[in-house]
């Protein structure tokens, strides 16, 4: 896998675990409001194309760290853009480790193929919009049936889950609020994420303000009534 990065310790990530980040490069969607550009863009990966990570150098890593950490989040950019992410995750499954997916969703086949194999212990999937509207936030290369594809198998898979939206003022409007709702009805969890004005994708996002305290607090009471727990990510 082309890996861009690694968090070595985190206790958030991966509820409950102790675990580490890995980071692939590239993404297939293009949300204006994302804080890791330069794991997204090409002409910003080019910059950093010195500093990737051997997957030897990570799992030489993971053997120092047999007994210490419980799992491994594979994050991005989007991993199920890697065409040897399910090789990557059984060597990891095969060290002794859970593994947890970050994912957009785009790519159910890849989701299934993972879970067909026993790959995958937590999968925390973006769910960015009401589908109407998807491809206008995240580009055209967004599959809104794909997406309700693989919110569809999550649900049912048996998997630990959770689903997480990064709310942002004047994209998520009530409207758009109301038709998530409905979207995300009879999950098991929803995170809501706090959207940070500083080094996004488009510049022209650091314009925006976060919602309020208040105002996340009232989008949290919404989602409440239709999935049990619904926490707010700051």
Do not use: W
């Not at 204006?32 to 990737?52: A, R």
């Not at 947890?100 to 299934?112: A, H, M, Q, S, W």
């Amino acid at each position: 896998m082309v890996i861009s990065g690694v968090q070595q310790f985190t206790m958030l990530d991966y509820p409950n675990k102790h675990a580490c980040i890995v980071f692939t490069a590239g993404c297939n969607f293009r949300c204006g409001y994302c804080h890791n550009p330069e794991f997204v863009l090409p002409e910003e990966l080019v910059k950093i194309k010195d500093t990737f990570i051997p997957e030897a150098a990570i799992f030489s890593f993971l053997e120092r760290r047999k007994g210490l950490l419980d799992g491994v989040v594979i994050s991005g950019g989007e991993p199920t853009m890697m065409p040897d992410l399910i090789a990557f995750a059984k060597k990891v499954k095969d060290m002794g480790f859970l593994v947890k997916l970050d994912t957009n969703g785009n790519k159910p086949e890849v989701i299934k193929s993972m879970h067909e194999q026993g790959l995958l212990d937590y999968i925390a999937m973006d769910v960015k919009m009401s589908l109407a509207t998807y491809c206008d936030v995240v580009g055209n290369r967004a599959k809104p049936n794909a997406i309700q594809e693989s919110m569809d198998f999550i649900k049912a898979s048996g998997v630990e889950y959770e689903f997480r939206t990064t709310l942002v003022p004047n994209i998520h409007t009530q409207e758009v609020l109301d038709d998530m709702k409905q979207l995300l009805a009879g999950s098991k969890r929803l995170y809501l994420q706090t959207f940070r004005p500083d080094h996004t994708l488009d510049p022209g996002f650091g314009r925006y303000q976060p919602f309020s305290t208040s105002q996340m607090e009232q989008i949290r009471l919404l989602f409440n009534e239709v999935i049990d727990h619904v926490e707010i990510r700051s």
